[in-house]
């Protein structure tokens, strides 16, 4: 079985590189005790580097909450994934609804994607839905959201995508969604990228729940949910916290 996989989104988060570092140490002590547990930690770009281990750590890996669409040159402030991967960043969020919210569009994370791609590092790819409703027309949504950031991208990469499903409505709120309609709509998510790519790479794909979590409701989502991790906000800055998440998460058979 493979382990399951927590992503820490830190967001603009914490304040300092004192605070960072302290956090990201806690982690790594902790990682190095799972069994059935992998953990990324996606600090701001400036913080990135110094939380990097200097030897390999076990289960613990850095991520970037973003890269720019392009490769190289004139774009200010913008930050290549070439630059992320020299600085041992395994993983890119892309898409994420933050970013979607300040006019990021499908064809842009399609561009980002390819970067983090075209550089070897794995891509988190976020999808969600802004509000439900009866009639199910937010399949739909969902459905063309992960269809137009993938129609560009080569089979190849497939093994390379992890798909993050964050209902928009569940991100910042007190609540994350009922585990069992997180088990409906991940099945959904993997139907559809199978028809993007292939049946095997469905079945394959590691799909993450996002919005909400915290380490009182984490379990239940792997057990119910049936997901094969958690991308966590919040409780993801919160050290104490995300310890407990992590071992009640490596906890779950
Ligand atoms: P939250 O954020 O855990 O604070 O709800 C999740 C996310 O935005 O990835």
Redesign the pocket.
């Known amino acids: 079985m493979n382990k399951k996989l927590i992503?820490g989104?830190w967001?603009m988060n914490p304040a300092t590189l004192a605070e960072a570092k302290k956090i990201a140490q806690k982690v790594k002590k902790v990682s190095a005790n799972l069994l059935h547990a992998e953990v990324v930690i996606c600090p701001p770009f400036p913080f990135i580097a110094s939380c990097v281990s200097k030897k390999t750590t076990k289960n613990f890996h850095i991520g970037a909450q973003s890269t720019s669409t392009e490769e190289s040159g004139a774009h200010t402030g913008e930050v290549s994934a070439k630059m992320l991967k020299d600085l041992a960043v395994e993983y890119v969020?892309v898409g994420?609804?933050?970013e979607r919210a300040r006019g990021d569009t499908d064809q842009n994370i399609s561009r980002r994607l390819k970067q983090v791609l075209d550089e070897g590092m794995t891509a988190i790819l976020?999808v969600g839905e802004k509000a439900r409703d009866q009639e199910g027309k937010y399949l739909e949504d969902l459905k063309n959201q992960i269809k137009s950031s993938l129609t560009d991208i080569p089979k190849k990469f497939a093994k390379s995508i992890i798909i993050?499903y964050?209902p928009i409505w569940?991100?910042?709120?007190t609540e994350?969604m009922k585990p069992a309609d997180i088990y409906e709509t991940s099945l959904f998510v993997k139907k559809v990228f199978a028809d993007i790519f292939t049946p095997d790479a469905g079945i394959k794909t590691l799909v993450l729940y996002?919005?909400?979590?915290?380490f009182r409701n984490a379990p239940d989502i792997m057990i119910v949910g049936r997901v094969d991790g958690l991308?966590?906000?919040?409780?993801?800055v919160n050290s104490e916290g995300f310890v407990e998440l992590l071992k009640a998460v490596d906890a779950v058979q």
């Open positions: 992503v989104n967001k969020i994420h609804s933050e976020c993050a964050e569940a991100i910042g709120a994350a996002g919005g909400a979590v915290n991308l966590v906000g919040r409780e993801s």
